[in-house]
């Protein structure tokens, strides 16, 4: 029997853009700044439309929770191949402070709510770094979970998943439902062709909520200040190693 597939696609600062901390380190500069799909959850996005494509998989679901913008990040997973998407809505100030608890609350409500079998995640977001919705999505539903994947093969309610780890790969076997994120070797992902984009516009896009999903997302850290890292130094040549190791006793490093 083929699976429900919910997949998470997060509106992220383009990977192009040079990031800018605001003046009042509060944040970093999004105003006027390109945006786009965060290139883990365009993997996500891909493998759920090959398990489409293979007939493992019988419904493919985007989901992605912030601001109204975050529509086109959706529009463009429906252009990929997803069959429908979810946007719950946070704006504003709750935006600027929602964090990866809060989001893995969401999607973990969305897949009880739509049943789903399978939730597929980017392994992290280029833009924070976190790498912990994913985990922590599996710990609220209970469900086993399969991280940083480079190869999926669903059969018979069960994912064989190969994972990239520290030493290399190990590969596990896991019940279905499951939640499985995708690292960086796991496809390559394809782009929506102009037919498909006009396509998208016609698939069904819910929008709700937290307070529809019964969700409390009120943040349970507070960002004190954001930094730029500092600028790094020129280098210089040396002619020998012992000239090498002079200069670097001068400097307390030896």
Same mark, same amino acid.
């Given at each position: 029997m083929?699976?429900?597939?919910? %997949?998470?696609?997060k509106r992220a600062i383009d990977y192009a853009v040079k990031i800018q901390v605001k003046s009042? #380190?509060?944040g970093v500069v999004t105003e006027g700044v390109k945006h786009s799909m965060n290139p883990f959850d365009e993997i996500a996005v891909e493998e759920?439309?090959?398990l489409k494509e293979k007939k493992v998989a019988q419904e493919v679901i985007a989901i992605s929770c912030g601001p109204p913008q975050c529509q086109e990040t959706l529009r463009t997973a429906l252009a990929l191949g997803a069959d429908r998407a979810i946007h719950v809505e946070v704006a504003g100030k709750d935006y600027e402070m929602l964090q990866p608890l809060a989001i893995s609350k969401l999607i973990a409500a969305v897949a009880k709510k739509e049943n789903v079998d399978l939730v597929l995640l980017g392994k992290l977001?280029?833009?924070d770094d976190s790498n912990q919705t994913g985990q922590m999505v599996a710990g609220l539903l209970s469900w086993p979970q399969a991280v940083f994947a480079s190869k999926v093969d669903i059969k018979d309610k #069960?994912?064989?998943?190969m994972r990239e780890i520290d030493g290399g790969s190990e590969t596990i076997r896991v019940k279905l439902p499951a939640v499985i994120t995708a690292d960086l070797r796991l496809n390559q992902p394809r782009f929506a062709n102009l037919p498909s984009i006009q396509k998208a516009k016609k698939k +069904?896009?819910?929008k709700m909520s937290p307070k529809?999903?019964?969700?409390?997302? #009120? +943040?349970? &850290?507070?960002?004190?200040?954001?930094?730029? +890292? +500092? #600028?790094? &130094?020129?280098?210089?040549?040396?002619?020998? %190693?012992?000239?090498l190791i002079s200069k670097l006793k001068e400097k307390g490093l030896i």
């Open positions: 083929a699976i429900r597939i919910l %997949v998470g696609v009042d #380190k509060t759920a439309i090959r977001a280029i833009d #069960k994912a064989e998943v +069904p896009m819910a529809d999903l019964g969700v409390d997302i #009120k +943040p349970h &850290q507070e960002y004190l200040s954001y930094e730029e +890292p +500092p #600028k790094r &130094q020129g280098g210089g040549r040396v002619a020998s %190693v012992d000239e």
